[in-house]
């Protein structure tokens, strides 16, 4: 059954420090979003892609934070400037043209220190 | 600003017994309402959909959608130890975007 990935699967960084998460969506969808969650609490949005280009944004997806897809298979999450308080797990997910119904990859556990 | 409520819980049954999780919305234009069970340090697994009023039925779950109240429930029949997890409410936005609640623990007590 086709699944969405994720690389790595923890990264560890330094404060100020730029990250990249990288995501392979399921091969037909054409939507594709990045989540967050803090320990402890919500799913959060942080931004939609779709047609190469972001579709919406979440308050939480300030400048600091880009999306991109360079290729036709990878998905990329990019935090120039990491917080601590950008630790968290990472959630990729994507859709199909038809639905709604998302599917999440196993997400990147992200540690600022 | 769509908002998502569930009971957080925790919610315990014994083993067998029905488990019975409910979410209520904000937003009365919303069409479309999901399910995800996420297991403790992993991610939102989907488990149902559904988008019209009624009950809709996948093996042991049934989701309830009441439109006119803004509310949608999920019940698990013949629950299992296996099912402990957290489950979560979500609603899709005009972008697709999904606002999740903030989740229900449920522990199946064998």
């Known amino acids: 059954e086709p699944e969405v990935t994720q690389t790595p699967s923890h990264q560890v960084t330094q404060m100020g420090q730029e990250v990249i998460l990288r995501c392979v969506p399921i091969?037909?969808?054409?939507?594709f979003y990045w989540y967050r969650q803090i320990l402890g609490q919500k799913v959060e949005f942080l931004v939609s892609?779709?047609?190469?280009?972001?579709?919406?944004k979440s308050e939480i997806f300030d400048d600091q934070f880009s999306v991109e897809r360079p290729d036709g298979s990878n998905f990329t999450l990019k935090i120039r400037s990491t917080k601590l308080e950008d630790s968290a797990m990472y959630f990729c997910?994507?859709?199909?043209?038809?639905?709604?119904?998302?599917?999440f990859g196993p997400g990147t556990r992200l540690t600022v220190t | 600003q769509k908002e998502v409520e569930q009971n957080s819980g925790p919610l315990s049954v014994p083993e067998g017994a029905i488990a019975s999780l409910n979410c209520t919305y904000s937003?009365?234009?919303?069409?479309?309402f999901f399910w995800y069970r996420q297991y403790s340090g992993k991610s939102p697994e989907l488990i149902m959909s559904?988008?019209?009023?009624g009950d809709k039925e996948d093996g042991r779950f049934t989701a309830q959608l009441n439109k006119a109240s803004q509310y949608v429930s999920l019940l698990i029949r013949d629950s299992q130890p296996s099912d402990s997890a957290t489950y979560l409410c979500?609603?899709?936005?005009?972008?697709?975007?999904?606002?999740f609640g903030s989740g229900t623990q449920l522990t199946v007590l064998p």
């Open positions: 937003d009365r234009v919303s069409q479309s």
């Open positions: 997910a994507s859709s199909e043209g038809t639905s709604y119904e998302q599917y």
């Open positions: 979500a609603v899709p936005g005009s972008a697709r975007q999904l606002t």
């Open positions: 559904i988008y019209s009023n």
């Open positions: 091969s037909n969808h054409l939507y």
């Open positions: 892609f779709y047609n190469n280009e972001i579709s919406e």
